[in-house]
């Protein structure tokens, strides 16, 4: 019944190495975000889909790269992780409505990702 | 560009007592408001929000919030807080005109104490 899943929710790994988390809802929404928690909880976007077209880039280092097989699936791919990496990602998603596509935003438990 | 001040990083507060957390926004176009609630070691859950309408919006676990278009204000309240309302609580607004890009506040720490 999990309406935004995450997977893994806990991620250790060493500087260097890559890593993906992965991202499905049940919704049928057909827009998904990541966001990044940093350490005094602090929530900014990252990215953002609809219908698998990428519409929110923010100021992201190119080692991170969303990718989008279908608008049910936003997976992260973390390239070359550096310890500013630390934090916890939280994957979120919404419907589009008529009038536009500000609908509430449903968020997964997050994927604390600690590096070494 | 949209920026959200939560005024207070923590606030506690005895049970059954009321409480306020504050939040103030700043935007050149019009917004949407929310209040979410994060429970420890857990996602983020839609406490409510204000879109359109009357101004005093009612959300889950007895929360409502007051839009105050003159003030910038979108403050959250609860006449009688429970124990289990200690939680990190976020304000956030996006554009009316579409993106649905949510910017958060800093969030505010909420601790009912007995």
């Known amino acids: 019944d999990t309406a935004v899943s995450q997977t893994p929710k806990y991620l250790v790994t060493q500087m260097g190495n890559d890593k993906s988390i992965k991202c499905e809802q049940n919704?049928?929404?057909?827009?998904m975000y990541w966001y990044k928690q940093d350490s005094k909880k602090f929530l900014k976007i990252m990215f953002s889909y609809n219908n698998k077209e990428l519409i929110i880039n923010e100021t992201v280092p190119n080692r991170f790269s969303p990718k989008s097989p279908d608008k049910a699936h936003l997976n992260l791919h973390i390239n070359s992780l550096e310890l500013g990496d630390s934090a916890v990602y939280f994957c979120?998603?919404?419907?589009?409505?008529?009038?536009?596509?500000?609908?509430?935003?449903?968020f997964g438990d997050g994927t604390r990702l600690s590096i070494l | 560009a949209q920026s959200v001040t939560q005024l207070d990083s923590q606030v506690p507060v005895f049970e059954e007592a009321p409480v306020e957390l504050r939040c103030n926004y700043s935007s050149s176009v019009s917004v949407y408001l929310f209040w979410y609630v994060q429970y420890p070691n857990q996602g983020l859950q839609l406490l409510l929000k204000?879109?359109?309408?009357?101004?005093l919006v009612k959300g889950i676990n007895g929360f409502e919030a007051e839009f105050n278009k003159s003030q910038t204000s979108f403050h959250l309240r609860k006449p009688s807080v429970h124990i289990s309302d200690t939680a990190e609580y976020f304000c956030?607004?996006?554009?009316?005109?579409?993106?649905?890009?949510?910017?958060f506040g800093t969030g505010t720490q909420l601790k009912v104490e007995l």
């Open positions: 204000y879109l359109s309408g009357s101004t």
């Open positions: 919704l049928g929404h057909d827009t």
């Open positions: 956030a607004v996006t554009p009316t005109g579409g993106g649905n890009k949510l910017t």
């Open positions: 979120a998603s919404s419907g589009t409505a008529g009038t536009g596509r500000n609908q509430p935003q449903h």
